[in-house]
């Protein structure tokens, strides 16, 4: 029987659990594991970031990220059925202190001008619009994916408005697989880019 309940109820094979279980360990805190270390530097390698880190869960890696490009009273722009918005227990209220300019979208994505037309004025009166949190796949939008070349205009309208991106790459690979898009061309239109290993 296969569970369609949720993407997040994979199990390890035997292979993957004495490959757990044969890796070598050490400190993490004193950076003395050398698996993290190379799983770090892998993922980074695999996007053409400049560094990784490894956490637990994909929530925390996106909130770190959100956390890490804003500040109090900022606004974060994304799809309204958002993994990081709708999801994450207010995480961006919480450990951010940000507002969310939530867009419809069309089955989950959002297009440059739906960007575009949700950067708020510079007025007093409004949160700083500071960046784009783009999910792929789309996990509210059916599987829904963006191809590389929506994702250049999303981010040339993000640059033109000063604001920074993430992207919630938890199904990231499935993208790569149909689209037949490069991983390491994410990197430079991206700020943070959060993969989750546990689908």
Same mark, same amino acid.
């Given at each position: 029987?296969?569970?369609? #309940?949720?993407?997040?109820?994979?199990? /390890?094979?035997?292979?993957?659990?004495?490959?757990?279980?044969?890796?070598?360990?050490?400190?993490?805190?004193?950076?003395?594991? /050398?698996?993290?270390?190379?799983?770090?530097? =892998?993922?980074?390698?695999?996007?053409?970031?400049?560094?990784?880190?490894?956490? /637990?869960?994909?929530?925390?890696?996106?909130?770190?990220?959100? #956390?890490?490009?804003?500040?109090?009273?900022?606004?974060?722009?994304?799809?309204?059925?958002?993994?990081?918005?709708?999801?994450?227990?207010?995480?961006?209220?919480?450990?951010?202190?940000?507002?969310?300019?939530?867009?419809?979208?069309? #089955?989950?994505?959002?297009?440059?001008?739906?960007?575009?037309?949700?950067? @708020?004025?510079?007025?007093?009166?409004? /949160?700083?619009?500071?960046?784009?949190?783009?999910? @792929?796949?789309?996990?509210?939008?059916?599987?829904?994916?963006?191809?590389?070349?929506?994702?250049?205009?999303?981010? =040339?309208?993000?640059?033109?408005?000063?604001?920074?991106?993430?992207?919630?790459?938890?199904?990231?690979?499935?993208?790569?697989?149909?689209?037949?898009? #490069?991983?390491?061309?994410?990197?430079?239109?991206?700020?943070?880019?959060?993969?989750?290993?546990?689908?």
């Amino acid at each position: 029987m296969i569970d369609f #309940r949720s993407d997040t109820l994979t199990k /390890p094979s035997k292979e993957m659990l004495e490959a757990m279980m044969s890796a070598k360990v050490g400190d993490d805190v004193f950076g003395e594991d /050398p698996t993290v270390k190379e799983l770090e530097r =892998k993922c980074a390698d695999i996007f053409g970031m400049d560094s990784g880190i490894f956490c /637990p869960s994909g929530t925390m890696t996106n909130q770190i990220a959100l #956390r890490t490009l804003t500040r109090p009273c900022e606004e974060i722009i994304c799809y309204e059925g958002s993994h990081v918005y709708k999801y994450e227990g207010g995480g961006i209220a919480a450990n951010s202190g940000c507002s969310v300019r939530l867009i419809a979208g069309d #089955r989950g994505k959002i297009t440059a001008k739906e960007v575009a037309d949700s950067v @708020n004025p510079e007025d007093a009166h409004y /949160p700083i619009s500071s960046v784009v949190s783009l999910e @792929n796949t789309v996990n509210k939008g059916g599987g829904s994916y963006y191809h590389l070349s929506e994702i250049e205009q999303i981010a =040339k309208t993000a640059t033109n408005h000063g604001l920074k991106m993430h992207l919630d790459g938890a199904r990231i690979f499935n993208a790569l697989v149909e689209t037949g898009d #490069r991983a390491q061309a994410y990197g430079p239109y991206f700020d943070t880019i959060s993969v989750c290993l546990s689908k």
